[in-house]
């Protein structure tokens, strides 16, 4: 089941305190960011059949919605006008509950539900493309995996910084992670150059040995 979230934490408070204690958080971040990112961690939350099939089921809804033919590859009961969907979430939480219900097997991680139903709904909301979905997919489960090992601790040792700020910081430290270090790989996917399984293992391979530029 691997590492456990206090044990992580411990260990993240003890580097903090002994190597960090005079540096400002931008600064600690990125470099307590890699003690979370490991590669087993990042294999439990990529390398599953739920993030698969959330990948080719998300990709799939996105085709249909531009071809106008999500009614009938999705035997839909909500219609809708894809033009008239930025304002209407109600709309387009039904749509994702769609999507969802066909994939058979259940989805038993909060995780990557949750990182889905972000990215799809940015996806509709803003008309983006295949890239921009894997993007913020991956984007919003590294800030999930992170901000579950960082956020406390890292308001115990910056107390004056409030923990939406904390956030805020930890988002953007997976944002740079994905800008920087897999859009191009999303992008060759993109373009049929590498399969969906290479993917995932350059996703796990990168985010959990890199260190973001600039730090």
Request: net charge negative; glycine share 2%.
């Given at each position: ?93 039904k749509i ?20 889905f139903k ?63 270090y897999l ?33």
């Amino acid at each position: 089941m691997g590492t456990s979230t206090r044990s992580i934490n411990k260990k993240i408070r003890r580097i903090l305190k002994k190597e960090y204690i005079d540096k400002d958080i931008d600064y600690s971040i990125p470099r307590v960011r890699k003690e979370v990112l490991t590669k087993e961690k990042l294999e439990e939350n990529f390398l599953v059949a739920g993030f698969f099939n959330l990948i080719n089921t998300g990709i799939k809804g996105i085709q249909a919605i531009q071809k106008d033919s999500f009614k009938e590859e999705f035997h839909s009961e909500v219609d809708f006008e894809r033009y008239k969907l930025k304002s209407d979430e109600i709309t387009i939480e039904k749509i994702i509950e769609e999507i969802l219900n066909t994939i058979k097997d259940d989805i038993h991680s909060d995780n990557l539900l949750k990182a889905f139903k972000y990215a799809m709904s940015k996806v509709i909301k803003e008309e983006k493309n295949i890239h921009d979905f894997i993007c913020e997919f991956c984007y919003y489960l590294l800030y999930l995996i992170l901000e579950k090992d960082l956020v406390e601790v890292l308001s115990d040792v910056y107390p004056e910084l409030s923990m939406q700020h904390i956030s805020k910081l930890i988002k953007e430290e997976a944002r740079r992670t994905v800008d920087i270090y897999l859009s191009e790989n999303i992008k060759e996917f993109e373009q049929r150059n590498i399969t969906l399984e290479e993917l995932i293992n350059i996703i796990v391979e990168k985010a959990s040995s890199t260190e973001v530029e600039g730090f």
